[in-house]
């Protein structure tokens, strides 16, 4: 069928312009349980414009991303591979998570946005099952897998990858040196590796050691609980902030609102060390 050329505008717009594709056909689960367009908040629109600067200057991506939890880093990587594997050829997608139940939660999301999609949009789906999607037409396709065994992925040909909880991971030096090597630095490839804090050690501690020290080809991008508009609480009336609370404050320009509900956070989780850990 011959499109229009507004028709034809708009459908090269979609495969262009991300932000306008994921709230033009994508849908998310909301933090309240419903299903919506997806709007990115502002941690995913800052580690989109890394992504995408990246991409534009050196042809691939490489990404380290230290989050708190919650900030729909995972649901923005899913969908922009999403994106991507419904406009390209021959591309093919791997996620691999800490845990069994975290990489089903990623297929799920998939089958939400391709489901949620419009139907012209839509990439024709030849195979699903509870690992893997495949859009024959494209000749490409998504895997999930979990790090739990040690030879995940590694006999696999991808183009996108994405590393979730990678801190937490089982067997983590072997999937660095299996999967991820066989993906080359050309072609737009990408690899995405996102994860909240472990502990000063592991490897993915050591890969962004060595990121800040630019000392890799891979970004090192931080996202702190703060860039979150919705992490605010009602704040009690007389509310007197400790002479550290004042201090953290003032440092980063938080609200009241804001540091009652980090207060709150720390009071829920047992103190400052386990705040630090989700909520950077």
């Known amino acids: 069928m011959k499109l229009s050329p507004k028709a034809y505008e708009v459908r090269q717009r979609l495969g262009q312009d991300f932000d306008f594709y994921a709230k033009s056909c994508l849908k998310i689960r909301s933090k309240k349980g419903r299903i919506l367009p997806f709007y990115m908040n502002d941690a995913q629109i800052k580690l989109h414009k890394i992504l995408e600067q990246q991409l534009k200057k050196q042809g691939y991506t490489r990404c380290l991303v230290v989050k708190g939890r919650q900030q729909g880093i995972s649901t923005y990587i ?16 791997f996620a691999l998570s800490h845990l069994e139940v975290a990489s089903r939660n990623l297929m799920q999301m ?3 946005f391709y489901e949620g999609c419009p139907v012209v949009m839509q990439p024709k789906l030849t195979e699903a099952n509870k690992k893997s999607l495949s859009f024959g037409g494209l000749d490409s396709g ?6 739990n065994s040690k030879g995940v ?15 937490y991971w089982a067997n983590a030096r072997d999937h660095i040196s299996g999967i991820l090597q066989s993906i080359p630095t050309s072609g737009q490839t990408e690899v995405i590796l996102e994860s909240t804090s472990n502990g000063p050690y592991g490897v993915f501690y050591d890969l962004c050691q060595t990121a800040l020290n630019e000392q890799s080809s891979y970004k090192l991008v931080f996202l702190p609980w703060f860039m979150q508009t ?5 704040v009690p009336k007389g509310l007197t902030l400790t002479n ?7 440092k980063y320009k938080l609200s009241l609102a804001k540091m009652g509900w980090r207060r709150e956070k720390i009071a829920e989780l047992g103190g400052h060390w386990r705040f630090r850990r989700e909520s950077p």
């Open 244 to 250: 550290d609370e004042q201090e953290y404050a003032k």
């Open 153 to 167: 992925g590694r006999s696999e040909t991808v183009q996108l990858f994405h590393g979730s909880e990678v801190a």
């Open 230 to 234: 919705e992490y605010s609480a009602k």
């Open 78 to 93: 899913a969908a922009r591979y999403f994106w991507k594997l419904a406009h390209k050829t021959g591309t093919q997608a």
């Open 110 to 112: 998939m089958l939400r």
């Open 142 to 147: 998504y895997k999930i897998g979990t790090a």
